[in-house]
């Protein structure tokens, strides 16, 4: 899935995919979390890095990996006051 995909799904700008995998972003809005644990088909929990479960038979080798770019950023950031 490209940045342009995800924009698209979850309703933000390429650009703001493109920052929170550049590590420019500070938070993300819970909404927006909800709306990317719906469209990655994991939990909220799992993005935060506080669960391992995802449904992934339906990924191909490159959309895991983004997957798991973006939860990686996610870990980084995952100070509570940096996700409202």
Request: proline share 1%.
């Amino acid at each position: 899935m490209t940045q342009r995909e995800l924009s698209k799904k979850i309703c933000v700008s390429p650009q703001v995919i493109s920052n929170w995998e550049r590590g420019y972003t500070k938070g993300i809005d819970l909404e927006i979390l909800c709306k990317l644990s719906k469209v990655l088909n994991c939990s909220v929990d799992n993005l935060l890095g506080l669960s391992n479960e995802c449904v992934i038979e339906h990924w191909s080798k490159d959309e895991l990996k983004e997957i798991k770019n973006f939860k990686n950023y996610l870990k980084i950031k995952r100070g509570f006051d940096d996700v409202y």
